[in-house]
């Protein structure tokens, strides 16, 4: 025991050296926030995520000592892909072997519970549905709150989180083979999904654990007054945070400002590499055309992406159409006027905002701005995912657009 304690000191250890030597001008909470995400895979011990926890704390080191452009793709990666990783790997690990005539019992009785669960989860996703609210946080937390709650009442507490977990696996594998939902979609709901479901099925469990039925129901209380609210965002009006977002990117571009001006209205070259983040299941551009009649002058993007995974059906094409609505020197702004691309489904556009300066003869700076509503809450949760595909996008577009 003194030994394995020594060895997560060790790593402990490790991690804040490589933090002093490595990003001595990162900002103070990014840095403290790498370390806890690997200090919490040093010490928590979950049955069966041992290699996940060392690839986690591996990663982390890696963060702390390499440039700060590799911080964004490590960070993306544990906020998408270890949370789902180490609950399944939690939840399939097998248990420690028992001697009880009841096991039997209580197996089957957990798969029952397990079956019950994802039929009433499927039913609830359906009646979401139904009403248009598949974008709101009725979907992406009260969905795996009521598995997790069925499951707490149906098996016992020590293998409530880990059905629990095995419920919203099997519910987004659902999603993925016979609800056509897309493999981004899942991928940016499933930590979510994990974290609800764990967070509710243990702290119930502790409560259970206590044997005071008073305890049990204040604890249960609390817990639906955490949970309710939070799963009304965007359902209503009032529940709904605000959607309006803004975001900017800058650059320096190797051209002189009348040359940028001339690019924003020839032909981009959407052909160049998007970033790997928006390259996951975005809807990308792929042609565009500027149409002029006597009224007005409207751009006209025909993205094309953002397919439903194994269909079999084409990937959606739509335009997006903007519509000019100010240019003047350093100044060109489009407003959005329709869009029926699968962009709608994450947010939708409001307006462009490109602005130019020179630097010297032969250098500009040039910031394009992304003004848009949001479209998925919660927004604690996908305002930040939004915020960053945005920002991306802006800086690809820079490249493609306003670079002659």
């Known amino acids: 025991m003194a030994t394995k304690i020594q060895i997560k000191g060790s790593i402990v250890v490790a ?8 990003r001595p001008g990162s900002p103070l909470w990014l840095t403290l926030g790498v370390i806890a ?24 080191l890696a963060s702390l000592v390499l ?4 911080l964004g793709p490590v960070a993306l990666i544990a906020w998408l892909v270890w949370v789902p990783a180490f609950a399944v790997a939690w939840a ?3 248990d420690p072997p028992r001697h009880d005539p009841g096991e039997a019992t209580r197996a089957r009785i957990a798969l029952a519970t ?27 937390i009260g969905i795996p709150a009521v598995l997790a709650i069925v499951v707490v009442f149906g098996v016992s507490p020590d293998s409530a989180p880990g059905v629990a977990c095995k419920a919203v696996t099997i519910g987004l594998l659902v999603s993925l083979l016979f609800l056509w939902e897309g493999m981004l979609c899942v991928l940016m709901s499933a930590p979510l999904f994990y974290a609800i479901a764990i967070a509710i099925s243990y702290s119930m469990r502790k409560a259970r654990d206590a044997n005071d039925s008073g305890m049990i129901t204040l604890r249960s209380c609390v817990i639906l007054l955490a949970i309710v609210p939070m799963s009304l965002e965007g359902v209503t009006e009032f529940t709904t945070v605000n959607r309006e977002e803004s975001v900017a990117a800058s650059q320096i571009v190797a051209a002189s400002s009348d040359a940028v001006e001339r690019a924003l209205f020839e032909a981009p070259r959407f052909d160049r590499v998007r970033p790997l983040y928006l390259s996951a299941g975005f809807p990308s551009p792929v042609a565009t055309r500027i149409e002029h009649d006597s009224e007005e002058t409207r751009w006209v993007i025909q993205m094309r992406g953002g397919e439903m995974l194994l269909t079999g059906m084409e ?8 519509r000019l609505e100010e240019a003047r020197p350093g100044l060109v702004r489009w407003r959005a006027i329709s869009d029926t691309s699968h962009m709608t489904h994450f947010l939708v556009w409001r307006e462009i905002v490109v602005q130019w300066q020179a630097v010297d003869a032969s250098t500009t700076k040039v910031t394009w701005t992304l003004r848009y509503f ?8 996908f305002g930040p995912m939004e915020r960053y595909a945005a920002r991306l996008a802006a800086g690809y577009l820079i ?3 306003a670079i002659p």
Do not use: C, E
């Not at 991690?15 to 030597?21: D, H, K, N, Q, R």
């Not at 949001?374 to 949760?381: I, N, S, V």
């Open 15 to 22: 991690l804040i050296a490589a933090a002093l030597v490595g």
């Open 37 to 60: 995400f690997g200090g919490f895979n040093v010490f928590l011990d979950a049955p069966g995520t041992v290699w996940i926890r060392a690839l986690a704390i591996g990663g982390t």
């Open 67 to 70: 440039p700060n452009w590799f």
């Open 92 to 94: 399939l690990a097998p």
């Open 114 to 140: 397990l079956i019950v669960a994802v039929a009433i989860g499927a039913i609830a996703y359906r009646v979401i549905v139904w009403h248009n609210l598949q974008q709101t946080a009725a979907l992406f």
């Open 315 to 322: 990937p959606r094409t739509g335009d997006l159409t903007l």
């Open 374 to 381: 949001r479209g998925l809450d919660p927004a604690w949760y």
């Open 399 to 401: 490249d493609s657009v």
